[in-house]
């Protein structure tokens, strides 16, 4: 499936150019608590952008399907009988039941609970009880409605919500990752297991957090000792960003113990015997063997690859102040039960002093009184060019509906409407929400 592998590459060395780049403030701080800013994004960004859903292994044989929500959408994606990945709104198209009622399973007739409705793996309407006669019903144009996919050559999944004519095709929203990906051997690894954290904090909090290692040094010890903080770097790479660092080649110390007060003397130095010095003990590096494979895939994605495991974190949007943490990890085949569990503990470690650091620092960003912050030209570049790409997908959403005079939503199911009633009732809806077909109707978004 992959190409030839090699292990990842170090840090590339800094460019004279990187190193006049100018500093840059940060988003201003109701980016991060507006509910009208994220129901915007959703439109101007999730909307349009390649999300990373898992991975190809997963699905073993054709049905095996996989339920998801993002933002509201409620999607699944299953195997078909020619061994493809497809995603599906989880919506009936005959009343909008959803079709899919667990988060996984297996079938490769996907049966409605409602009416009954049917449909094979490839989201075909099979079967409609008592439509056979019905004039008119066509079971072709009752079909689910499919969502775009992309599997990469390594299996990695990712689904796109655009329905417009002028959506990005991912070999041009994410151009290069793939060749960036063939540097680990994806196939050598198989899934292990997920888990979810629920933050209080808003999605670009945590993207913060993820672009950067300027804070590694204080709050991860633990990745600190793994990999040397000093080489740490994040290249911009078009939508997405390649993570470096060199990892520790030696055998890395042990953390000590606390000593026993009742075995110490006391502070007069009249106490009990002191405790003999203990020889330093050494451990194999937690972080694995060979320089990791880092990459951010905007808007809220991640894929980390190190030698004993890879995973993915999927970082999913739910109020301006809450967000949930899906993590699915995949270890090296063979790997020792003792090995596994270090490297889970190792990542778990990392993320939780992420997510608390997200907690506390949103708290902040809630009460107003910070408004913006200004940012290190290479220390925080992965997030001065995040960021930037935010803005800019959301000024040129603004740019398109104030053009066209009303709302755009990329995600819409577009074509014919069913009847000439159904367009009539959805003119009258649009006057009744004024946002009809006068621009000046559609007004200045208060942000």
């Known amino acids: 499936m992959c190409a030839a592998v090699a292990k990842p590459a170090p840090p590339p060395e800094d460019t004279a150019a990187e190193k006049l780049l100018p500093g840059e403030h940060t988003l201003p701080a109701s980016w991060w608590t507006s509910q009208k800013v994220l129901d915007y994004e959703k439109k101007a960004i999730f909307a349009k952008s390649w999300l990373f859903v898992t991975?190809?292994?997963?699905f073993k044989k054709a049905g095996d399907y996989f339920s998801y929500s993002f933002l509201g959408w409620n999607f699944f994606l299953i195997k078909t009988k020619a061994g493809q990945i497809k995603a599906f709104h989880n919506v009936c198209r005959h009343r909008a039941y959803p079709v899919v009622r667990k988060e996984k399973g297996s079938s490769i007739v996907l049966g409605c609970k409602y009416?009954?409705?049917?449909?094979?793996?490839?989201g075909m309407l099979t079967k409609a009880p008592h439509f056979n006669e019905v004039e008119g019903f066509d079971p072709k144009a009752n079909s689910l409605f499919e969502i775009k996919t992309h599997t990469t050559k390594q299996g990695l999944v990712f689904i796109n919500f655009d329905n417009t004519e002028n959506f990005t095709p991912f070999e041009e929203f994410f151009a290069g990752l793939e060749e960036e990906m063939n540097e680990y051997d994806f196939d050598d690894y198989e899934y292990h297991m997920s888990y979810e954290l629920d933050g209080q904090f808003n999605w670009k909090t945590l993207m913060d957090g993820y672009q950067e290692c300027y804070h590694c040094p204080?709050?991860?010890?633990?990745?600190?000792?793994?990999?040397?903080?000093?080489?740490?770097?994040?290249?911009?790479k078009g939508n997405y960003c390649r993570h470096y660092?060199?990892?520790?080649?030696e055998q890395i110390e042990e953390t000590p113990e606390e000593?026993?007060?009742d075995t110490e003397s006391s502070w007069f130095g009249f106490g009990?015997?002191?405790?003999p010095a203990q020889p330093k003990k050494t451990k194999e590096n937690p972080g694995g063997s060979f320089n990791?494979?880092?990459c951010y895939l905007f808007p809220t994605n991640g894929v980390n690859c190190y030698s004993p495991a890879f995973y993915s974190i999927r970082v999913l949007p739910i109020t301006p102040s809450r967000t949930i943490l899906q993590y699915d990890i995949y270890t090296k085949k063979g790997l020792a039960d003792d090995k596994k569990k270090e490297f889970v503990d190792f990542l778990q470690q990392v993320e939780l002093e992420d997510f608390n650091l997200c907690v506390q620092t949103q708290k902040n960003l809630n009460q107003g009184i910070y408004s913006t912050g200004y940012l290190h030209p290479l220390k925080e570049r992965g997030v001065l060019h995040y960021q930037g790409i935010v803005k800019n997908m959301v000024k040129a959403h603004f740019d398109l509906e104030q053009a066209a005079g009303h709302e755009i939503n990329p995600a819409r199911i577009g074509g014919k409407p069913n009847s000439p009633e159904a367009q009539e009732l959805e003119e009258l809806c649009s006057k009744i929400e004024c946002k009809g077909s006068n621009p000046e109707s559609l007004g200045e978004l208060e942000w």
Do not use: C
Not at 55 to 58: A, I, L, T, V
């Open 55 to 58: 991975h190809q292994q997963r």
């Open 292 to 294: 990791g494979l880092w």
């Open 218 to 236: 204080t709050a991860h010890p633990g990745l600190s000792v793994a990999f040397k903080m000093e080489t740490y770097k994040v290249v911009p």
């Open 259 to 261: 000593a026993d007060p």
């Open 272 to 275: 009990k015997k002191k405790t």
């Open 245 to 249: 660092a060199r990892i520790v080649d």
């Open 115 to 122: 009416h009954g409705w049917s449909y094979n793996t490839d």
